[in-house]
């Protein structure tokens, strides 16, 4: 059996992990490039189609999660993040919508992404939480922040209050709520390694994801989640 460690020590890991984390973000902090190639009606499309897959993965695993977490305050933070990122679907569908995209027959979770595919594997609560409110909220904070700028800069104005008011806010909430709850369950080494390796792997993903998007779309920014 592993030796425990404290519940200080939990929180320091969770300090760590989110350090190391922020280091692979640095090209999340580079200004978006707002041409009128990237801002065309299809282009534009096709980045507000990927913002609605991202919330509706979200609510997807989150809601999927809640049943078989056994971890009382874990059930009630992805019970939470669950409806959070419904209401944001649902929120950023009428805006979208407003703007012209024809969403017709649009399906966000077909085919699910290789993110949703890799959440979907993860069988412990705590690599839950370290991949998708730990890892995956960061990133999806550093990317909606650079959402946000391209949003403004594109002229879209309706969008852009939705993601500084109410989204990316709530992702804040999301990420620091799965920090508590990583705290307090990330208190063996072995616990920590899964917690650390689901994370990394995520983030893995999410960066290659991002890459093969950018390249296919020729957008200039991918929001989070």
């Known amino acids: 059996m592993p030796q425990s460690l404290t519940a200080t020590d939990g929180v320091l890991f969770v300090r760590e992990l989110k350090a190391e984390n922020e280091k692979l973000f640095a090209k999340l902090d580079e200004d978006p490039l707002v041409t009128p190639e990237n801002t065309t009606p299809a282009r534009l499309a096709a980045v507000f189609k990927a913002?609605?897959?991202?919330?509706?993965?979200?609510?997807?695993?989150?809601?999927e999660w809640v049943a078989s977490t056994p971890e009382l305050e874990a059930k009630l933070v992805l019970a939470r993040h669950a409806g959070d990122e419904a209401r944001h679907y649902q929120l950023l569908e009428e805006k979208v919508c407003a703007r012209g995209v024809d969403l017709a027959g649009y399906n966000p979770l077909d085919p699910p992404s290789p993110v949703l595919e890799y959440l979907r594997s993860l069988p412990t609560t705590v690599e839950r939480i370290a991949a998708a409110l730990v890892a995956r909220e960061a990133m999806g904070r550093r990317r909606n922040a650079q959402f946000l700028k391209f949003l403004e800069r594109a002229g879209q104005a309706e969008i852009a209050q939705?993601?500084?008011?109410?989204?990316n806010p709530d992702e804040e909430r999301h990420h620091e709520a799965g920090c508590a709850v990583l705290a307090q369950l990330a208190?063996?080494?072995?616990?920590?390694?899964?917690?650390?390796?689901?994370?990394?792997?995520?983030?893995?993903?999410?960066?290659?994801?991002?890459d093969a998007f950018l390249q296919k779309t020729g957008a200039a920014v991918i929001p989070g989640c």
Do not use: F, S, W
Not at 51 to 63: G, S, T
Not at 162 to 167: N, S
Not at 188 to 208: H, N, S
């Open 162 to 167: 939705l993601y500084r008011d109410i989204i």
């Open 51 to 63: 913002a609605l897959k991202n919330e509706m993965e979200a609510a997807e695993v989150a809601a």
């Open 187 to 210: 208190v063996t080494p072995e616990t920590q390694e899964r917690a650390r390796c689901a994370a990394a792997r995520l983030l893995e993903i999410g960066d290659r994801m991002r």
